[in-house]
């Protein structure tokens, strides 16, 4: 694992390659990174410990439910970054602003590997959680940069290879929230009226047990084999232990019968008769959420995955997969006092025949119809700031700066021998190939082709790039399957800058990609986390 010269440039990146090169020669050793590889003299902003562990929660009357979650402990720094969660499962938020040093300490209290991941984040690629950096129980790894993304709604969640959807699917996941300058000049709703909205669907047992796939909640370490060990290298993790219907629905996709909002379920939210900001999160292992205001008016939009947009946009429906995030603006006064108005999910044409039939166990299948959200309009009368005209400097897309602006790289999503995989190859845990392979400082296009899963297996499917946000150039779609793309096209948000996107059946969708500041080795995946887990993930390396 030799690691390319870093690009050493300005102050706070030249700290931060040294700390990283520590890290990783500690991590080709097997030892996990410890406070003593992060660098003393430099002045952290925030210090914060995130220990991951069982605990229980109230999610329905009765039982308490057991689930795997994220606690935080504030170390150091301003005690308005670490925000507990009101309630549910989820994990802490954590508020940063654009250009702050950060120090998180992950504890390992689970009894099994886990790593976590920033999504979003630009930061090298030690600190990005791969799999490859998993550690054990009862093992620390410590991460520490420095926030370089735009003002947005970013967050985190656990990488084990296999065990992510998992992981996740128990209540691992966090929000992580960048402000910065450009937004703060902005007059957009602030406080209580900047409502983080993370979406999720899970299914209970009749005592109130979350059930994954075949498998529940575990709250002691079983006996591991070597190839399981932190290291995580055995592909697939345990989805051969699920029998044939946990296997397949495994690779389809995990589907709840209920959603939870900010952990909770059945959830509803007073709001104040004034403009908000509603900042959606799909934190969903597979289900892709088709959203719209139940008085059929449109939703404005002021953000997606890598903040806000160039200018508010109106949609009357959108389309949120997997890991995908949108900035809704929206005020309640539209209501009278007393109203209840509810974000629902439409129906949509997802897959087809094996698609449907694996999903249709839920009594919620992928692309039914349902209530998310009930909001409860108050008393309080206001007019507040109108929305701004303009709202953040958003960079022209230009794709002929790419080396291959003629040539895209394909790459096909595919389904063989019962296995995801793009280009026909599954996940391996060091391995590029020559196409995965980039230049740091270059940008490449880059296609993502959902042609391949045709017919049988014709799925949507979400996907990412991990340490970068994107541009989207494009869509086309092939073939038989326009009514899916046709069902969900209108709801699509490609502006701004983008770090995970939907490629339905059928769709091709190309992408501009920019290798910037960090070589070394980095993921992109689908972000339905069940197939992610069987195969559909694949390293790109960047070289100097
Ligand atoms: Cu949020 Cu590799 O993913
Ligand atoms: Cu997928």
């Known amino acids: 694992m030799s690691k390319p010269g870093f690009d050493c440039v300005n102050q706070p990146r030249r700290i931060a390659c040294l700390g990283a090169a520590a890290a990783t020669a500690n991590a080709v050793f097997g030892l996990p990174a410890t406070a003593a590889t992060t660098r003393d003299d430099v002045a952290l902003d925030l210090h914060v410990e995130l220990r991951a562990a069982p605990d229980r929660v109230a999610l329905r009357s009765g039982e308490p439910t057991r689930v795997w979650r994220y606690h935080g402990k504030l170390l150091h720094g301003n005690p308005n970054a670490l925000e507990a969660s009101a309630g549910g499962d989820l994990g802490p938020i954590i508020r940063v602003r654009r250009g702050q040093r950060v120090r998180i300490e992950l504890i390992n209290g689970l009894p099994e590997s886990t790593i976590t991941h920033w999504h979003g984040l630009h930061v090298p690629d030690d600190m990005d959680g791969h799999p490859r950096f998993a550690i054990g129980p009862g093992e620390r790894y410590v991460y520490e940069f420095t926030v370089l993304n735009r003002a947005g709604t970013y967050w985190f969640h656990p990488h084990p290879h296999g065990r992510t959807g998992k992981q996740v699917y128990f209540g691992l996941a966090g929000l992580f929230l960048v402000s ?85 379920l059945e959830p509803s939210l007073p709001v104040a008769r004034r403009a908000h900001r509603l900042r959606l999160l799909n934190a969903s292992n597979s289900r892709i959420y088709k959203l719209a205001w139940s008085d059929g008016k449109p939703l404005t939009v002021i953000g997606n995955d890598g903040g806000l947009l160039a200018e508010p946009l109106q949609r009357d429906y959108v389309m949120l997969a997997p890991a995908e995030r949108l900035d809704v603006w929206v005020d309640f006064a539209r209501w009278r006092a007393g109203a209840e108005p509810v974000l629902r999910s439409l129906a949509f044409a997802s897959g087809t025949a094996m698609g449907g039939m694996m999903t249709g166990s839920s009594r919620l299948p992928d692309g039914a119809p349902f209530p998310v959200l009930r909001f409860r309009v108050g008393n309080e009368g206001s007019t507040g700031a109108p929305l701004p005209r303009r709202l953040s400097n958003v960079p022209p897309v230009r794709p002929r700066r790419a080396v291959n602006f003629d040539r895209p790289k394909v790459f096909d999503l595919t389904m063989r021998m019962m296995a995801w995989g793009i280009n026909g190859k599954s996940f391996e845990m060091l391995a590029a190939s020559p196409l995965e392979t980039v230049k740091l400082g270059s940008e490449e296009v880059w296609e993502f082709r959902n042609d391949g899963t045709g017919g049988m297996m014709a799925m949507p499917h979400s996907m990412h790039v991990h340490g970068l946000q994107f541009r989207v150039l494009g869509r086309t779609t092939t073939g038989g399957s326009a009514r899916a793309y046709d069902d969900v096209k209108a709801g699509l948000v490609d502006e701004g800058f983008k770090d995970t996107v939907l490629v339905m059946p059928g769709e091709r969708v190309r992408i501009l990609v920019r290798f910037a500041d960090y070589a070394g080795l980095f993921l992109y995946h689908c972000h339905m986390l069940e197939h992610e887990d069987s195969g559909l993930m694949r390293n790109y390396r960047v070289v100097a």
């Open 180 to 264: 910065d300058d450009e937004e703060a000049a902005l007059d957009l709703p602030t406080g209580a009226q900047d409502i983080p909205l993370v979406i999720q669907d899970r299914s209970l047992d009749s005592d109130n047990q979350l059930v994954y796939l075949n498998e529940g909640v575990e709250t002691a370490a079983k006996p591991r084999g070597g190839m399981m060990g932190s290291g995580g290298m055995m592909r697939g993790g345990g989805m051969m232990g699920r029998g044939m219907g946990g296997m397949m629905a495994g690779m389809m996709g995990m589907f709840g019968d209920d959603i939870l909002v900010n952990g909770r």
